[in-house]
């Protein structure tokens, strides 16, 4: 398995492979699991040197260079008698799989890997080996519908695409207790009584943290009851510090002349996520651009409503049927989500949110999504190298 160790969306999968008694070998310059276990070992991934030889033979013959430097990717297979290579989000390392001739090998795209791609900004030679990593994979795995067809626009060619969003302990965000919650509040000084909302993706203006505040400060005053917006600061990828963006939204917070109702939380580690989906009343979801995000997993799982702004990926998904889409740019429009939501909640409202919640209990447990993806595997290990890979019928 390749994937970024210090993201969370490497962590669940690969401890769900662990717990389902996989042996798994992690390449990636950072160990997820310093702490060794009988089925798990971690080589460190050395580095490519891609930016220096970009720069001196060109970007297309720089990366198929740093593919032979990383042949130590197809010796750590040889070496360790390696059954079936999983890569999580879509980079150089899925192409130097490629080039090392690895089979079976299955790719996770988690979103931006694939969106930035399409953007009229994105680098041609970059573009060029992530189609053709694309065109190498036995598997792809996506978590939302309209990727596949991105994915056959980026490797010019049909390729094989199964829809299966990341799974979740659905049980710990179902369990947290009303004491727990109270403590959340409390330390977020936040009163037991007050409507809060949560913004809980990561604080960069990519997640549209800005337009959140905006829309919460036009819809505050209409408001029937105290409210509360909750921005998350923690991230094992960006750290804990007050980064530039963090500076301008607070800003932004004085200038709106709201800094009373705004909480930053510094203290939500993962362990902790379920706990802050606990404390508050409504998840706020506003990216530039998205896949499937987990947070309408873990939202749904703790029995929270969601106004969200609408991505072509959230269609004919469970989004769609309980949660509150807006359109993008329409700040105006967001701002009266917030006040339906707050002001107006109804009995059919808490009807969709127990069907939501019972919806990703069945779907979306971390084991049901584990069940799928050794079945996935199992399909690859039993196929000759020759024979295609097809998805799941209701999965195509």
């Known amino acids: 398995m390749m994937a970024p ?5 490497a962590q669940r ?22 702490v060794r276990t009988e089925h798990y070992r971690y080589i460190r991934l050395p580095r490519s040197g891609i930016k220096f030889l970009r720069r001196i033979f060109g970007a297309t013959l720089g990366y198929r260079i740093s593919s032979w430097i990383k042949g130590s990717i197809g010796r750590c297979r040889k070496d360790y008698a390696i059954d079936l290579v999983h890569v999580h989000w879509l980079d150089q ?13 299955v790719i996770t795209i988690w979103g931006s890997d694939i969106n930035d791609l399409l953007l009229p900004k994105a680098d041609p030679a970059y573009r060029f080996i992530i189609g053709e990593a694309l065109r190498g994979a036995d598997l792809i795995i996506a978590d939302a519908r309209d990727m596949i067809e991105k994915c056959r626009q980026l490797a010019g060619s049909p390729v094989p695409v199964t829809v299966l969003p990341l799974g979740i302990d659905t049980t710990r965000y179902a369990a947290i207790d009303l004491q727990i919650r109270a403590g959340w509040r409390e330390r977020l000084n936040i009163p037991s009584e007050a409507y809060v909302l949560y913004s809980p993706r990561i604080l960069t203006a990519f997640y549209g943290h800005q337009t959140i505040l905006t829309a919460f400060a036009l819809a505050l005053s209409r408001l029937a009851q105290p409210a509360y917006l909750v921005f998350k600061r ?7 510090a007050v980064s530039p963006f963090e500076m301008a939204l607070r800003a932004q917070v004085s200038e709106l002349g709201v800094s009373e109702r705004i909480r930053i939380d510094d203290a939500v580690t993962r362990e902790e996520v379920p706990i802050a989906f606990a404390g508050c009343d409504l998840v706020i979801n506003y990216p530039e651009q998205d896949a499937f995000p987990i947070t309408f997993i873990e939202a749904a799982a703790s029995g929270k409503g969601v106004v969200s702004i609408n991505h072509p990926s959230y269609r004919s998904t469970f989004a769609e049927e309980y949660f509150t889409l807006t359109a993008p740019g329409d700040v105006g429009a967001l701002a009266d989500a917030i006040v339906g939501a707050v002001n107006a909640p109804s009995t059919l409202t808490q009807i969709k949110r127990q069907e939501a919640q019972r919806y990703v ?5 971390e084991a049901a999504v584990t069940a799928k993806l050794l079945t996935c595997y199992q399909q690859l290990l039993s196929q000759s190298p020759a024979s295609p890979v097809t998805a799941p019928d209701h999965e195509r």
Not at 5 to 9: I, L, R, T
Not at 13 to 33: E, K, N, Q, Y
Not at 361 to 365: L, M, N, V, Y
């Open 5 to 9: 160790g210090n993201s969370v969306h």
């Open 13 to 34: 999968p690969l401890d769900d492979l662990l717990r389902a008694g996989i042996a798994v070998t992690f390449m990636d310059a950072i160990d997820p699991r310093p």
């Open 93 to 105: 390392r899925a192409f130097y799989c490629v080039q090392e001739g690895l089979h079976p090998l």
């Open 234 to 240: 923690y991230n094992p990828q960006i750290g804990n």
């Open 361 to 365: 209990r069945q779907e979306h447990d």
